[in-house]
């Protein structure tokens, strides 16, 4: 299995809701990772997960949430978005980058927020 | 701060002519990887370089990575409508974290 799963493919919600995306992984990868993609943009990382532990916080405003509950799962808790939140959120996973196998990214999900 | 330049934004081809796309670090590389992004779709990672002045081949497509370690091409022979997409490099800030070229998207003109 060398796939990233992530759910829902797509969300679109208002600026009060309370959401949350998922990610799995069964590849044995010690870290995690979320990134925001804007069209035309490159992925911008957000947060990393390194054994389950958060280890980089990009500045990320608080009313994104993330949460590993185990070495396998990854979760966004999204709460009081803004318009310009809307993009493509990918998770990806790896090995230590010298590992020579890169990240495996997930289809993402594309979020509106209305 | 550690910046990756890539270059051009976009190249327009007619099909069966070639791609070339560059990248450039402010600062050496341990190593440099290479992503398609189909559009639509989420990035794909196509190779990692680690040696001064390696190149490697994946059929149609010639990876190469500077002397210095500071910059890396990658060439596609003949393109083909299913090159079409955005070639990112990217290479590690740190074991976790890559710092990421702007891509080049390849279109095909009809």
């Known amino acids: ?105 997930g289809s993402g999900t594309r979020l509106t927020v209305v | 701060g550690q910046q990756v330049m890539q270059i051009p934004q976009y190249q327009h081809v007619q099909e069966g002519e070639d791609f070339t796309t560059y990248c450039n670090s402010s600062t050496t590389l341990s190593n440099i990887q290479w992503y398609k992004q189909r559009p639509g779709g989420h990035p794909v990672f196509l190779i990692q370089l680690v040696k001064s002045g390696e190149v490697k081949k994946q059929k149609r497509l010639t990876f190469q990575f500077g002397e210095a370690k500071k910059n890396s091409s990658l060439h596609i022979t003949a393109t083909q409508t299913t090159d079409v997409g955005t070639y990112f490099c990217a290479g590690p800030k740190s074991n976790y974290q890559l710092i990421w070229g702007a891509g080049t998207k390849l279109i095909i003109k009809p």
């Open chain 1, 1 to 105: 299995d060398t796939e990233v799963t992530q759910t829902p493919k797509h969300l679109v919600m208002g600026m009060t809701n309370k959401k949350s995306l998922k990610c799995e992984q069964h590849m044995g990868h010690r870290a995690m990772y979320w990134y925001k993609q804007k069209a035309k943009k490159p992925p911008e990382l957000m947060f990393v997960y390194s054994y389950e532990k958060l280890s980089i916080n990009e500045s990320v405003p608080s009313r994104f949430s993330p949460e590993c509950p185990n070495s396998s799962l990854l979760n966004l808790h999204l709460h009081a978005l803004q318009p310009e939140d809307s993009a493509l959120y990918l998770c990806a996973s790896s090995q230590d980058l010298q590992s020579g196998r890169g990240y495996t990214f």
